[in-house]
């Protein structure tokens, strides 16, 4: 069978290999990027559910409009509103079968193969491959600890005038690194100078630990004149409440939202809406800031947790910023007193140890740093993590 | 801002337009593709979703594989069987986000730009608009009360060298028509003979009124040495369970399976594991034959009901043949005694007359015949599709 060419632009993910590994009995696993499921609120959503089949069954078990159904598209609004971006309507946003399918549209939208598209180096992997499918040439922006380089950015803008811009500025995945606040300004100012669009892909906004993150770049547009003609906003329950409903939603300038729902119309025509109006009855219910507050809480711990545990076990061989929020650490081996400095081989000897994560070379479109890894704190409780950094010791 | 060039190859749905006056109080609507809400089964779904939160929460709101959740794979393994293809293992099939995005997939995963892909005149309107935004060029091949014409089908196969042929060859979608099992076997042998991918999208095979159509290809299959390699099959419970929960699943061969999971990984990472436990959840339950049974007989009533209201109203104006299954049918007016010809013309006028229906000519890719026009019985009742028909008489 002859397939598409646009499948010569990717290779099958090396991380499948290593969560093939994640079966093994014993093992310890830093490798996911999933919330833990024991933190869902299952008797909240049992019961959004049972009352959006109680308040209107037609619709929610119905074909429903592509741009999402109406109650959670308020729903959303509001949620948006708490936190900071309080001028997007209902239908400013539509809602997406998970943030992925925010940025799957947004590849069948906007790129046209052989188009530049300019992403952090290292950024989200499901991206890179979801862009390349598109014909996307990925072009890489170095990232510290206050996220991407924006001097940098801007040489790269101008050199090579990319169809968009692909930023996670809040606990990026996997960096975990957050946008300073004069960063953000200045992005959203290079997106008005060079009339390029920029999508700040935001699913661990909401997991901070101790000070909330500096406003969304969606929320700061409003201080930059011009800059929401140029921002696209993806957002997710999935981390903060479940993967599983599959929601997500994506605002975005007219012109763009309204290419992306004939898109979406052709792709799955809408997002579940026996899901979708689940999740409406959920953020009705008032039953969020609960729900934020506790997961926030366990992941802070199971953060500090692990932060220590590397510095008493790894101590040098090992180099990270300990997160103030999200899932991950990012961290870089450093080969002190001629330890393992190659992220790969590290993660070969941890699974002989019984503890997985995945080295941070996937995560770069381009020009990889080897003694790279990514470690989740999400899904071990604390006693699991410091058993689980132990391994790491002895395997390094 | 400066958009994909893949936009250009469609254009904005003629039908959005229509669909936006059936808001108008009083209109009766036989212009819809969806089946009727009164008859979804509430409690069942219900059931069905509070035991899936149940049994295993974690699972049912957790990420999921993107092949689909195990346990609905199997059950779909077997609602297959029960419907004559007794041999589709779970590992066969994946689960999609209704059968729109099987087309989907198909069309990432098989078309390049400029490809070429055979399709019925009429088929399907989502269909072509799904497959020319990854540039395909769209042969359409005639179709009778019996289907596709294989005679010509050959030729064009012939001639085109298509990447895929694709059919609803069970009551399709807008024809009505039904392949006969002569046919169904004929193209499976062009399509070893040709070795050209065949897509049967089947999700009207469930809704017969009669004696039960001819085995599906898939089944079919089996009687076809080597017809199982170039087949695709798109299942869904959209138009027998609920539309809204989006589970829909496809079987095809391992290569091409394995490269549309690959494809669904970017798209959306997978369908709502929510969604998926509950159909599991339904299916496990075994509501669906008392289910089938119940939706069969309404629409069996309101078919008749439509055939003998278009004889009696509208007499040698129109021609169709009685649908045996499915939710539509096709006609055509013949222009007698002076009526009018065109459908579109037609619409306008029952619009006027508060009843609305679709016109034939979106629904070819090539060669549109302007007589024709596309009458959905699925969601008025009896005595409103006696209403409406007449209110089409005043229109002619």
Redesign the interface.
């Known amino acids: 069978?002859?397939?598409?060419?646009?499948?010569n632009n990717?290779e099958?993910s090396a991380i499948r290999e290593l969560f093939k590994l994640l079966g093994k009995p014993g093992i310890i696993s830093f490798a996911g990027g999933?919330?833990d499921?024991?933190m869902?609120d299952?008797d909240g959503?049992?019961e959004a559910?049972?009352t959006a089949?109680t308040v209107d069954?037609?619709?929610?078990?119905?074909?429903?409009a592509t741009e999402g159904y109406q109650p959670l598209r308020e729903q959303l609004s509001s949620f948006m509103a708490a936190k900071g971006a309080n001028d997007v309507a209902p239908e400013q946003l539509i809602v997406t079968?998970?943030s992925?399918?925010a940025?799957?549209l947004l590849g069948?939208?906007?790129?046209?193969p052989g188009?530049k598209v300019i992403v952090e180096g290292p950024t989200f992997l499901?991206t890179i491959?979801?862009f390349r499918?598109?014909g996307a040439e990925l072009i890489s922006a170095p990232v510290d600890a206050h996220g991407v380089n924006t001097d940098t950015l801007e040489q790269l803008i101008a050199e090579h005038k990319p169809?968009l811009v692909y930023l996670i500025p809040t606990f990026g995945n996997p960096s975990g690194a957050l946008l300073s606040l004069e960063r953000r300004k200045r992005v959203l100012e290079l997106a008005v100078k060079y009339q390029t669009?920029v999508v700040e892909d935001d699913p661990y906004g909401d997991l901070f630990f101790g000070e909330a993150p500096p406003p969304s770049m969606l929320a700061l547009s409003a201080q930059v004149p011009g800059s929401r003609d140029w921002l696209a906003h993806c957002g997710s329950l999935?981390k903060v409440l479940?993967?599983?409903?599959?929601v997500g939603w994506m605002i975005a300038?007219p012109?763009?939202l309204a290419?992306a729902t004939?898109?979406k119309?052709?792709?799955?025509?809408?997002?579940?809406?026996?899901?979708q109006?689940?999740a409406a009855q959920y953020l009705k219910a008032g039953r969020m800031p609960a729900t934020l507050a506790h997961v926030r809480q366990v992941y802070a711990e199971r953060a500090q947790a692990m932060g220590s545990a590397l510095r008493q076990h790894l101590g040098e061989a090992i180099d990270f910023v300990q997160p103030q929020g999200g899932l991950f650490f990012w961290a870089r081996l450093t080969g002190a007193k001629g330890k393992i400095a190659d992220g790969a081989e590290f993660a070969k000897r941890a699974i002989e140890q019984g503890v997985a994560f995945v080295p941070g070379v996937p995560f770069y479109a381009a020009n990889p740093d080897r003694s790279t890894l990514r470690l989740s704190f999400a899904t071990a409780d604390v006693a699991r993590i410091e058993e689980g950094v132990a391994r790491l010791a002895k395997a390094l």
């Open positions: 069978m002859k397939f598409a060419t646009r499948l990717i099958t999933f919330p499921s024991a869902f299952v959503i049992r559910t049972n089949l069954p037609g619709a929610a078990l119905q074909y429903g079968t998970g992925q399918q940025l799957d069948k939208t906007m790129i046209s188009d499901a491959q979801c499918l598109y169809k669009l999935s479940s993967p599983g409903l599959r300038p012109e763009l290419r004939m898109c119309q052709f792709s799955d025509a809408h997002t579940s809406t026996f899901a109006a689940t």
